[in-house]
């Protein structure tokens, strides 16, 4: 079936940075589906020629090695402009009518502020847009609470079915947080050992090196919690902690995921202190270059704030597999690296044999690297090599990396959830009612920490985070995996 996009926000950054380069990603990969048109939309008045040149002139920019003029030239001609007012319903119907391939599926992409949705929604409802091969993407910030949540979901659901609306969570158009699926499920060896019985704890660590500066104002209405750990870190969580499923169908992926999210133990007055660590970076030193700390940061303009750009959260899912297996979360700006990774800590059964040897950093690892390079480690204890007359332990790492793989990789993680909107896929989406119960999670760790005070304690940019995140580890006879040199 032809399939028309329509790009509201057509000229705006999302579009330009990730959305038309990704589909670009299609064409190149041959999966751009004969007879697909694109239509950016906007406001303002462009000319075609104008808009091509601007969206080729971000292409070449964004795509770098993966820029090829001839798939340009097969691409380009895809690409229109309409100019129009998405909250009208008259200018959705001129654009529908003038334009649009009579029965084609419809993908309305709302790259704009979700404080206009509910007011697209009617007009696309008004102008004929919202019937059964309309499929709508939209991503997050869904809102900022479950009460604000459910408010634009509301307006969603008025006029689309669920199997119409896709919700994106980039990191499940990752690679390697796909990969969790086949390493967890086409690799029997793991299986037997996924539980409590077998694992001690988990860790799962979203680092960035990028500061709050240029979007301060909305970190103000975020923090670290609602920007990262409410989608990317819960969502990657899940894939970790999930049931197999019946099969890898959306339905029975997101049915999973959802019972993870419901089993979460929540974090509230009674724990939250000894369950949370919040902090806000500090002046310090990126890279040898000085940077300031969030107060610091020109958009501030020195407004106070307690807002976190680190927090690290002890989850622990209250389910036969989990439960006493606790999975520590922690993401932050202005951190020493960029890095991501999943981190298996299993048990060690203290046998007599080796007991005078094995220490608690002998344990057995599996780290899993999300990026920026993809891999896997496994941490294993092996025999000194010599003449020695015990048999002395060495700690050695087998390393596999994907570098290799990801080096045939030839587009990103939008153009993966692109692709499977235009095929009607909605298993890397996520469900209504999974954004709802992470929200039901987060809210009650963001009322605690109110209700109790729970304040940022500071950490010098470029360092690995506040010490009160090594000593919450601490109280547990932990610590953190300190990346590569651990
Ligand atoms: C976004 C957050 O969702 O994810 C940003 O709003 C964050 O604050 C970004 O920097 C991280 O994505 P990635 O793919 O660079 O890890």
Redesign the pocket.
């Known amino acids: 079936m032809n399939t028309d996009i329509l790009l509201v926000g057509g000229d705006g950054d999302l579009a330009l940075r990730k959305l038309y380069p990704s589909l670009y990603y299609l064409a190149l990969n041959g999966c751009m589906p004969a007879n697909t048109k694109i239509f950016g939309m906007a406001r303002s008045a462009r000319e075609r020629d104008a808009f091509v040149a601007l969206v080729k002139k971000w292409l070449i920019e964004n795509t770098g090695a993966l820029y090829d003029e001839a798939i340009w030239n097969e691409f380009a001609p895809c690409l229109h402009f309409v100019q129009g007012d998405s909250t009208d319903p008259d200018s959705l119907k001129r654009i529908k009518d003038t334009y649009f391939t009579q029965d084609a599926s419809l993908i309305v992409y709302l790259a704009v502020p979700p404080s206009i949705f509910g007011k697209i929604c009617t007009a696309l409802e008004t102008a004929g847009m919202t019937g059964e091969k309309t499929r709508v993407v939209v991503e997050?910030?869904l809102g900022n609470s479950k009460e604000a949540f459910l408010a634009i979901d509301a307006e969603f659901s008025r006029v689309f079915k669920e199997n119409q609306i896709f919700r994106i969570?980039?990191?499940l158009g990752?690679e390697s947080v796909q990969n969790l699926l086949a390493l967890r499920f086409a690799n029997d060896i793991f299986e037997p050992l996924w539980n409590h019985r077998h694992i001690d704890h988990i860790q799962i660590t979203?680092s960035?090196m990028?500061g709050?500066g240029n979007?301060w104002d909305?970190?103000q209405e975020?923090g670290?919690i609602r920007?990262?750990v409410q989608?990317?870190l819960l969502q990657v969580l899940c894939l970790v902690c999930m049931e197999p499923p019946a099969s890898l169908d959306a339905d029975y992926v997101r049915a999973e995921k959802l019972k993870i999210l419901k089993c979460l133990k929540p974090i509230n007055t009674t724990n939250v202190k000894e369950a949370t660590v919040r902090g806000q970076y500090q002046a310090g030193t990126i890279g040898g270059e000085q940077v300031p700390g969030y107060l610091q940061e020109e958009e501030s303009q020195g407004r106070p704030s307690d807002v976190e750009t680190y927090v690290a959260i002890k989850a622990e899912i209250e389910n036969f597999r989990w439960s006493g297996t606790p999975i520590y979360l922690r993401t932050g700006?202005r951190l020493d690296k960029?890095h991501?990774e999943i981190v298996i800590t299993f048990k060690q059964n203290n046998t007599r044999l080796f007991r005078d040897q094995l220490t608690d950093n002998s344990a057995n690892q599996l780290v899993i690297h999300?990026?920026p390079d993809e891999g896997i480690r496994i941490r294993m204890m092996n025999k000194k090599a010599g003449l020695d007359a015990r048999v002395p332990l060495i700690d050695r790492t087998m390393d596999l990396s994907f570098c290799e793989t990801a080096k045939e990789k030839r587009h990103d993680?939008y153009s993966r959830l692109l692709f499977d909107v235009i095929r009607n896929d909605q298993t890397l989406f996520v469900s209504q009612p999974e954004v709802e119960a992470a929200w039901d999670w987060i809210d009650t760790i963001r009322a605690a920490w109110a209700s109790e005070d729970h304040r940022t304690v500071g950490y010098a940019a470029g360092s690995a985070g506040p010490q009160a995140s090594d000593d919450f580890m601490a109280q547990d006879n932990r610590h953190w995996h300190n990346g590569a040199t651990d």
């Open positions: 997050k910030p969570d980039h990191y990752k979203v960035e990028v709050c979007r909305f970190y975020t670290a920007d990262m989608n990317h700006k960029r991501g999300l990026q993680a």
